[in-house]
């Protein structure tokens, strides 16, 4: 998961435990450090920390998503 700030998406609570991406898309990918890896099912605290983030994020109602894409809204 990448560092708070340094991406604007949210992985999905369910998403890999090294990159965030969902199982039916993962395949294979490479994230440094783990290197080529498949999906892995994230840990309970990832899993909590990602469903905090989103949940943030829908209160706050999305300002940063907005920011980077204006046309979104």
Known sequence: MPDKGSDLRIPSPSGCRWCGVDEREHMQRW??????????PPTLDQRK??????????????????????LAS
């Not at 994020?57 to 980077?68: E, H, L, M, P």
Request: proline share 9%; net charge positive; glycine share 10%.
């Open 31 to 40: 994230k440094p450090p783990v290197g080529w890896h498949t999906w892995q």
């Open 49 to 70: 920390e990602r469903m905090r983030a989103r949940r943030s994020r829908r209160q706050s109602g999305g300002a940063a998503s907005r920011a980077a894409n204006p």
